[in-house]
């Protein structure tokens, strides 16, 4: 059972420089959301997916594209990186019911040049 | 404006001791509220959570408190351990959603 996978583990892009986080769930959750955990900031919702299709802003969607065609896959798009991007970033999904904890995946550390 | 804080980012407690870790939030829109915990180079796991209509949920050595005129929670853990050393967090969850809103984490460190 993989839970919530995500790749790389870790990246090193130069400032301007695009890249795909990948997300992938076997869960067959509705739900999936990407954060990302800065220093003193905790975890901050970035994009989130209510389902196939349907994707929403979180908190800090600056910079960052989502895409959700299919149930398991949920990828954060960065366009044109940039320093203030580097973090180490979450993706979670969860039964999109409302009554259950989110499960995360192992995250990604992302270094940008 | 954080929605939920944890003002200690930071605790120090001995083995066998308890350990209270607090967290407060300012909206009152959350039906439920979690609490996580996440060791270095992992993602959070989740480690209990208690709904907005209780004030007080159990399981094991962890008991999750809630005050809801306070708006403040907190987490017990009975007898801290030292594996139990990581960093927690607190989060809510919006009203009939998933969207977990979090607070910037504590970090807990039992010694023997």
């Known amino acids: 059972n993989a839970g919530v996978t995500q790749t790389p583990k870790f990246q090193v892009l130069k400032t301007g420089q695009s890249m795909t986080l990948q997300c992938a769930q076997d869960?067959?959750?509705?739900?999936m959301s990407w954060y990302r955990q800065d220093p003193g900031m905790g975890l901050r919702l970035i994009h989130y997916s209510v389902g196939a299709g349907i994707t929403d802003q979180g908190e800090v969607p600056n910079g960052y594209n989502v895409s959700r065609s299919t149930t398991e896959d949920f990828p954060l798009r960065l366009l044109s990186a940039a320093p203030s991007q580097t973090s180490v970033y979450f993706c979670?999904?969860?039964?999109?019911?409302?009554?259950?904890?989110?499960?995360f995946g192992q995250g990604t550390r992302l270094t940008v040049v | 404006d954080q929605q939920v804080k944890q003002n200690s980012p930071s605790l120090s407690v001995q083995e066998g001791r308890i350990s209270i870790l607090n967290c407060d939030y300012t909206?009152?829109?959350?039906?439920?509220f979690l609490w996580y915990k996440k060791y270095p180079a992992e993602g959070p796991t989740f480690l209990i959570s208690i709904s907005s209509i209780k004030d007080k949920n159990e399981d094991g050595r962890f008991t999750v408190f809630l005050n809801k005129s306070a708006k403040h929670l907190s987490l017990h853990i009975v007898p801290s351990q030292p594996g139990d050393s990581a960093v927690y967090f607190c989060a809510a969850k919006v009203y009939n959603t998933d969207k977990l809103i979090f607070g910037t984490g504590t970090r807990l460190q039992v010694f023997p």
């Open positions: 869960m067959n959750h509705e739900y």
């Open positions: 909206n009152s829109m959350f039906d439920y």
């Open positions: 979670a999904s969860s039964y999109g019911t409302g009554q259950t904890e989110a499960f």
